[in-house]
C-alpha cells in the first residue's frame, strides 16, 4: 500500500512569491492535515480537510491557504513568501475525520531567500 | 504552559541500555496519545500509540499513560544506535486540531 505521497520534495523561492505545495494521502484514507515544522516550533497545526471542507485551520495568516479534491488529494499554497516561511511542510493522513492516527508524507522542504 | 512538553535534550544513553523518554500534557480531555519517531532529514513515523492507563508493550517499546498525572512516557529496551532519533509525543486536541505535537527529544544511543 502505497503511503503519502508529497510533492514536490524541495522548493527554492524568493520573497513575495507564491507557491503550492501538493499531496495524495494513503489509499482509502479521507482526511488530510497540514503541518508546518521548524527546528524552533516543531510541529505547528496548518489546516485539516475532510470531504473538500476545511475541518480546522490552525493560527496561520490568510496567505496560507489550501484546499482538498474529491479524489482527496489536497494542495497548500502559500501567497506573498516570507524569510520565515522556510519550513518543512508535512502532509499527513488519517482514515477520516475522526481517526487521530496520522500518517505523515516525506514533506517538502520549503527555502525562502 | 505548552500543551505537551517533552524535554529537549539531547538523551544520551549507550547501546543495550533502557531509554526513558517523557512527555506531560495540558489538556486533560485529551483520550488518545502517540509516539512518533523522526529521523534527522525524515518525516515523523508513528510508533506507538496508548489510549488507556497503564502499559503498551510492542516489540523493545513500552507506552506507559497516566491520565491523572496527564503523564505519557516511552521505553525503549535494548536501545540500539539505529534507535537515534528525535521521538515526537502527540496528544488528542480537543480545541481546533487532531493532534498537538511536543517539540521532541533527541535520543542518542552509543555503540
Known amino acids: 500500500k502505497a503511503g503519502v505521497t508529497q510533492t514536490p520534495r524541495y522548493l527554492i523561492k524568493t520573497r513575495g512569491q507564491q507557491v503550492t505545495l501538493s499531496c495524495s494521502p494513503i489509499s482509502g484514507h479521507r482526511s488530510v492535515s497540514w503541518y508546518q515544522q521548524t527546528p524552533g516550533q516543531g510541529l505547528q497545526f496548518l489546516f485539516e480537510?475532510?470531504?473538500?471542507?476545511?475541518?480546522n485551520k490552525g493560527n496561520f495568516p490568510g496567505r496560507f491557504s489550501g484546499r482538498q479534491f474529491s479524489n482527496s488529494r489536497s494542495e497548500m499554497n502559500v501567497s506573498t513568501l516570507e524569510l520565515g516561511d522556510s519550513a518543512l511542510y508535512l502532509c499527513a493522513s488519517s482514515l477520516d475525520a475522526t481517526n487521530e492516527k496520522l500518517f505523515f508524507g516525506s514533506g517538502t522542504q520549503l527555502s525562502v531567500l | 504552559q505548552k500543551e505537551v512538553e517533552q524535554n529537549s535534550g539531547p538523551l544520551s544513553v549507550p547501546e543495550g541500555a533502557i531509554a526513558s523518554l517523557n512527555c506531560t500534557y495540558s489538556d486533560r480531555g485529551s483520550q488518545s496519545f502517540f509516539w512518533y519517531r523522526q529521523y534527522s532529514g525524515k518525516s515523523p513515523e508513528l510508533i506507538m500509540s496508548?489510549?488507556?492507563?497503564g502499559d503498551k508493550e510492542d516489540g523493545r517499546f513500552t507506552a506507559q499513560l497516566n491520565k491523572a498525572s496527564q503523564y505519557v512516557s516511552l521505553l525503549i529496551r535494548d536501545s540500539q544506535p539505529s534507535d537515534s532519533a528525535t521521538y515526537l509525543c502527540?496528544?488528542?486536541?480537543?480545541?481546533?486540531?487532531?493532534?498537538?505535537f511536543g517539540t521532541g527529544t533527541r535520543l542518542l544511543v552509543s555503540p
Open positions: 480537510y475532510f470531504s473538500e471542507t476545511q475541518r
Open positions: 502527540a496528544v488528542t486536541g480537543t480545541g481546533f486540531q487532531k493532534l498537538v
Open positions: 496508548i489510549y488507556s492507563n
